[in-house]
Nanobody, 123 residues
């Protein structure tokens, strides 16, 4: 059974950076790993995903050019490097794993979820 634990969230000023980490307890070598976020009063939205090999990535338009997703399969860990943060990035960020082997931005395709970590960007 796969368990995901996020870390690295916190409070940062606009323009700053944070790196989120997601550690998996089970084997996720062949899983697509993704990040989603949910801001107050809004639905959860896709942020980024990375294929099992790391060869394919996709980003939401709102974060493209600012965020970078990466993974280290030897450590069973996926990262989200967030630069040039904006107040609009304030949300709870969730790590998720998709075992279907079909690349998708739809949260319903993801089978395992972390507990979420709060990111707050002040202006």
């Amino acid at each position: 059974q796969v368990q995901l634990v996020e870390s690295g969230g916190g409070l940062v000023q606009a323009g700053g950076s944070l790196r989120l980490s997601c550690a998996a307890s089970g084997r996720t070598f062949s899983y697509t790993m993704g990040w989603f976020r949910q801001a107050p009063g809004k639905e959860r939205e896709f942020v980024a995903y990375i294929s099992w090999s790391g060869g394919s990535t996709r980003y939401a338009d709102s974060v493209k050019g600012r965020f970078t997703i990466s993974r280290d399969n030897a450590k069973n860990t996926v990262y989200l490097q967030m630069n040039s943060l904006k107040p609009e990035d304030t949300a709870v960020y969730y790590c998720a794993a998709d075992r279907s082997r079909v690349l998708s931005t739809n949260e319903q395709h993801f089978d395992y979820w972390g507990q979420g970590t709060q990111v707050t960007v002040s202006s």
